[in-house]
């Protein structure tokens, strides 16, 4: 866990500065200003808005679970998804594989075969992101080349995955060398797992839900821009902006999607759509979103994570993992 760790709080970290940083280069006096006459309690529905789409994706991840023949208590399932959100500080939430090895501590589940899911929910987690964004897209022409860059790396992921041959011949080339050839095995494993996941049935489902569970953290979004004072943006217009942000912070690489994320959201805000009256405004709504987006999915994993380690050990005081 030590690792894990210094990660998370590395990620942490960086985002504390990117937070501070975009403060002070900001009015500071105009950002305060800016929230006089916010209302705080709208921040409350907005959590309840996204922590619905946290169950939309838990019952995704449960799907996932069963198409890969790993059978877990509903409850426990849920408990180490949740766990897992405390890792969506990291690249393209990447470091959700945690919840692979929690359920090979807890249950001896092999991480080779969880751990493909992963990749599943990255993927239809894009394909949600830009069928959300082409809306957008379409009407204004702003953003055609990153959502294309998006689609064009999601079909690739398809394609890689889909064809037995490309994906035999990977497995072959991995086998060959030194360092990999002795996890050929798991390759092997994690493979079948993933054809497994990309069928098109549950490929449709898991959008699906992807979509209901990010169009839902963009309707937070829409909620909090227009809570500010002399603000009246469309849904469509702040969905698209949200949506885009996202996508662009995913393909940034950078921890959470942090910098990528705000600064495109902020200019599309001040910019392209022009739906705030000040840029003090679209900084403000920009945090707050964030905060409800990624830090409270940040905070809801590492309480999830605590209290689902501590029941383990009082299960098993005596160390077993069983």
Aim: aromatic share 10%.
């Amino acid at each position: 866990m030590t690792n894990r760790t210094r990660r998370l709080l590395m990620g942490i970290g960086f985002g504390l500065l990117v937070v501070v940083g975009i403060m002070l280069y900001s009015d500071v006096s105009k950002l305060a200003d800016s929230w006089t006459y916010f209302d705080p309690w709208i921040l409350l529905p907005a959590c309840g808005i996204v922590l619905s789409g946290y169950a939309v994706r838990a019952l995704k991840w449960q799907i996932y679970l069963n198409r890969v023949q790993v059978d877990v208590d509903a409850k426990e399932s849920v408990w180490v998804f949740f766990s897992g959100l405390v890792m969506a500080i990291s690249p393209m939430k990447v470091g959700e594989v945690l919840k692979s090895l929690l359920l090979k501590k807890h249950h001896n589940i092999p991480i080779a075969r969880t751990a493909p899911i992963i990749v599943a929910e990255r993927l239809t987690d894009v394909l949600a992101l830009i069928l959300l964004a082409s809306v957008g897209a379409a009407t204004t022409g702003f953003g055609v080349v990153v959502i294309a860059a998006s689609t064009a790396l999601a079909v690739l992921c398809f394609l890689l995955i889909a064809s037995p041959r490309l994906s035999r011949w990977s497995l072959s080339v991995l086998a060959k060398i030194p360092v990999a050839k002795r996890y050929a095995d798991r390759f092997e494993e994690s493979y079948e797992a993933m054809v497994r996941l990309i069928g098109l049935r549950t490929m449709l489902v898991t959008t699906v839900l992807s979509v209901i569970a990010w169009g839902g953290e963009g309707i937070a979004c829409w909620w909090i821009v227009n809570a500010f004072d002399g603000v009246n943006a469309p849904l469509e217009d702040i969905v698209f902006i949200f949506a885009f942000g996202t996508l662009a912070g995913a393909l940034s690489m950078l921890p959470g999607g942090l910098l990528a994320t705000e600064g495109s959201m902020i200019g599309l805000l001040t910019t392209v759509f022009q739906v705030v009256p000040s840029h003090a405004i679209a900084i403000a709504a920009t945090l707050l979103t964030r905060f409800c987006t990624l830090w409270f999915a940040v905070l809801c994993g590492g309480l999830a994570l605590v209290t689902y380690q501590r029941h383990h050990r009082d299960r098993h005081p005596a160390g077993s993992d069983a």
